[in-house]
Nanobody, 127 residues
Framework: QVLLAESGGGLVQAGDSLTLSCATS????????MAWFRQTPGKERELVAT????????FYADDVKGRFTISNDHAKNTLSLQMNGLKPEDTGVYYC????????????????????WGQGTQVTVSS
């Protein structure tokens, strides 16, 4: 069983930066590929960024590319999302997600592929 706990959300102004963290605990018995998703009221959960266990593979949604950076630190069992140049449309609840995989270099991007989810952290960007 893998447990995920997000932190770092808050209320910021447009143009500000924010770093989200996701602490991972428990054991999966294999590699964990991880991702950040975002959800706003009335909309489906959407991918923000995803990364392979090895860290050498990642993918970003078009609207965050160049502004957000996803990274994992296995020594600290932490997944991070550095968000720069925040915009009001970045507002939402951000969820950390993980999936057990035998492949260290593969990342995943579909909601249904992920087995484990955090409780979410709210990010609000005011204009």
């Amino acid at each position: 069983q893998v447990l995920l706990a997000e932190s770092g959300g808050g209320l910021v102004q447009a143009g500000d930066s924010l770093t989200l963290s996701c602490a991972t605990s428990g054991r999966s018995g294999s590699y964990l590929a991880m991702a950040w998703f975002r959800q706003t009221p009335g909309k489906e959960r959407e991918l923000v960024a995803t990364i392979s266990w090895s860290g050498d593979g990642s993918f970003y949604a078009d609207d965050v590319k160049g502004r957000f950076t996803i990274s994992n630190d296995h020594a600290k069992n932490t997944l991070s999302l550095q968000m720069n140049g925040l915009k009001p449309e970045d507002t939402g609840v951000y969820y950390c997600a993980a999936v057990s995989t035998p492949y260290s270099h593969i990342y995943y991007y579909l909601v249904e592929e992920f087995e484990y989810w955090g409780q979410g952290t709210q990010v609000t960007v005011s204009s």
